[in-house]
């Protein structure tokens, strides 16, 4: 059993940036792809991006992509989601996963509790 806990949202203004991260627990994270995915209110919970259990391979949602990075360290057993120059239509519960094999559907295994992410203009 994974646990997976995400930390590291708030409030920020258009163009701040943010780092969150999802600290696991109950298992190491070597055999996982990581991905994060976001939901807005009355909205369905969107892919933003996965990472493979070596790091070798990354994908990000196009509405991300140049803007966020993600990333994961071993030792910590921690994955990390950098996210610069925000933008109000980011605010959302953002949710870490881990599953294994390569997914951008929300049919991973494991789910933290999300973390909420606002952004003002």
């Known amino acids: 059993q994974v646990q997976l806990v995400e930390s590291g949202g708030g409030l920020v203004q258009a163009g701040d940036s943010l780092r969150l991260s999802c600290a696991a627990s109950?298992?190491?994270?070597?055999?996982?792809?990581m991905g994060w995915f976001r939901q807005a209110p009355g909205k369905e919970r969107d892919f933003v991006a996965t990472?493979?259990?070596?790091?070798?391979?990354?994908h990000y949602a196009d509405s991300v992509k140049g803007r966020f990075i993600v990333s994961r360290d071993y030792a910590g057993n921690t994955v990390y989601l950098q996210m610069n120059s925000l933008k109000p239509e980011d605010t959302a519960v953002y949710y870490c996963?881990?599953?294994?094999?390569?997914?951008?559907?929300?049919?991973?295994?494991?789910w933290g509790q999300g973390t909420q992410v606002t952004v003002s203009s």
């Open positions: 996963a881990a599953r294994i094999g390569y997914s951008v559907a929300d049919n991973y295994d494991y």
């Open positions: 109950g298992h190491t994270l070597n055999r996982y792809y």
């Open positions: 990472i493979s259990p070596t790091g070798g391979y990354i």
